[in-house]
């Protein structure tokens, strides 16, 4: 029987992902009695799942199972494990078992064992960490590939700025590129990105920027025009984090004495050594100190945005707090 385990944070590589599982495995003409969907309020959804895939398939193509966010491989009953154990091994060769959760599996759990070992496709869709530019511009290309739209170097760049991990937004924005130059056979350019791309003026990482030289003004300016875009607080927040906590390592590793850039890349997770000399320059006037005392601040806004504090005041408030701290206050 095969069967696909999906799971990760990236909900819209995922949907794509099963979109195209259920085109490849299912007849159009009889999908109707061939798929099935099962939610995790749906009662003995498990249960159900497995006797579903117990039926062989009508009339021409597969069968399809999904169950949608299930929680198999982070909580597992001793009764639905036993008959996991029982049934997976049974199920006709043309029948589909999906499973997708958001969670990453707890693969000391005997379900995720079993589950792993009789998977054909066990795939992550993780969001990519919107400081790690050299991902971001590399999943742009490989999207443009996809779509068909020709990009320079530098307009990847300014793509993988304005769009970050949403790949939502990068496939709606490649889309919108892609007709739009329809038949050109050239490469945009830069001031074409700039007009017909959402968002390519300020980012969570201009917003780093601008604490980390306590430009205050500058600094709620960008804030505002993200939670205008609808930007998540919480998304704000992981990428601000990120970047204080690769200053952090970059400045730890200047501190240190360390001048070999490839050292001090592999200190600070940063993916392309060149970019090195530039944190470097970025950090070259904030003391360890100064970067130090901003992660608690950041983790105080993060907490507080979990437990539902009012995003806006909160998110403007710790802002001015960091700003404060960049500028020796």
Known sequence: MPMC?????DDFAMEKAVATLRDRILDPLWISFNYTSLSPDQPDAVITALNEAMTPAFGAGSRLVWLINTTLCQHCPENV??????TLSVIPENS?????????PDERLKSTKLLKKSATEFREFPLIPPWKTELLVKSVNQVAQTVGV???????EILAEAVGNDTRLLYNEMEKLRL?????????DVDSITQLVRNTTQNSLQLAAAIRIGNTGKALTILADLINAAEPGLRVVATLIGQFRTWLLVKIAMESGERNSQAIAKIAEVGNPKRIYFLQEEVKKLSMQQLISCLPILLELEVSLKQGSNEVSTLQTKVIELCQVCQGL
């Open 81 to 86: 494990l036993a008959e996991l154990t029982r």
């Open 5 to 9: 385990i999906y799971w990760g944070e």
């Open 180 to 188: 739009y130059t329809i038949d050109s056979g050239k490469p945009l």
């Open 150 to 156: 020709k990009l320079t170097s530098r307009t990847a």
């Open 96 to 104: 589909w078992l999906l499973l997708t959760t958001r969670n990453k």
